[in-house]
């Protein structure tokens, strides 16, 4: 094989490794561009591929978090990562832990632990890779990461909560809330809802927003009720969708551009919060972007004309 064959074939798990560590797409690319530099400008043939291409993107993720952590400090509003729609990775005997590593609960509370301790609990929780590995790839040694590790499996057993794991009931629940939507049906919608609901959406002080943040399955419902009706009275369109390896949906005005994601988490068989991602940068990677405000605009005028 050549080194362009032998890169494309580890590509996705590089990007994969990458995106967990930065929760950015474009990041995430980056990344795994630079790390494909690297690996072209390097006279010598490493006796494991994966394990030096898997070191390098760490590494240079490690950097990019590290810089990218400043921004989101000053970031307006809540931060969600980018949504992602398919993981290029697959491992069958790790299906479990790959999407679940994925889900957007999950990368939130990657966001707690240090640079350091996120990319020893990706490697070693996520994608398996031996503390040998870990500790080239990190630059620390192997006692080192396995403290590393321990710190991360904390903060993330103590924030995590369990949802469904039966994908099947979840993709059945969220087909009815979907259907609910369409419909403007706000008792079906709390019906799926659970009593303390949160409804979450990331702008980025970039677009409007449906509101900051709403709790409680009666406002949550009322809220749905009113605007998706009038949404889809000026053409705006959505295509259920896994996001984050959880049910969701991508929506789109009258011109088919992207004007955001929504995400569902499903706890104990009933929907416990719906995460919005409207913020155009986060959006460009799945097809040219909306402008959000004009919706918006649209919407007000759709609302004024019922009333």
Not at 18 to 37: H, K, M, N, P, T
Not at 59 to 86: K, M
Not at 201 to 225: F, H, T, Y
């Amino acid at each position: 094989m050549s080194k362009v064959e032998e890169f494309e074939e580890l590509r996705p798990l590089l990007f994969s490794i990458a995106y967990r560590i930065l929760g950015s797409v474009g990041e995430a690319e980056d990344a795994v561009q630079e790390s494909w530099l690297r690996f072209d400008a390097s006279p010598a043939r490493p006796a494991s591929l994966k394990a030096f291409l898997s070191a390098t993107v760490t590494r240079i993720a490690i950097d990019v978090l590290r810089s990218a952590r400043v921004r989101r400090e000053q970031y307006v509003g809540p931060w969600f990562p980018e949504p992602l729609l398919s993981d290029p990775y697959e491992d069958p005997a790790r299906a479990a832990e790959l999407a679940d590593s994925v889900s957007v609960a999950a990368l939130l509370l990657l966001e707690r632990l240090s640079p350091l301790e996120r990319s020893v609990f990706v490697l070693r929780e996520v994608f398996a890779f031996g503390f040998d590995e870990i500790a080239a790839a990190v630059g620390r040694s192997e006692a080192a990461c396995r403290q590393l590790l321990v710190r991360g499996r904390r903060h993330m057993r103590d924030g995590r909560p369990r949802f469904e794991a039966d994908r099947q009931e979840r993709q059945e629940l969220a087909a009815r809330f979907f259907d609910a939507l369409r419909e403007g049906d706000v008792n079906g919608l709390q019906d799926l809802l659970a009593a303390d609901v949160s409804m979450v959406g990331d702008g980025g002080g970039k677009a409007p927003q449906l509101a900051k943040a709403v709790s409680g399955a009666g406002k949550v419902a009322r809220l749905l009720a009113s605007v998706f009706p009038l949404m889809a009275r000026i053409d705006v369109t959505f295509v259920e969708a896994e996001v984050n390896g959880q049910p969701g949906a991508v929506f789109r005005d009258r011109d088919g551009l992207v004007l955001h994601t929504l995400v569902l988490e499903v706890l104990d068989g009933r929907i416990q919060t719906i995460r919005t991602v409207i913020n155009p940068d986060k959006l460009g990677h799945l097809g040219p972007v909306a402008d959000a405000f004009a919706v918006a605009r649209e919407v007000k005028q759709a609302r004024r004309h019922t009333n």
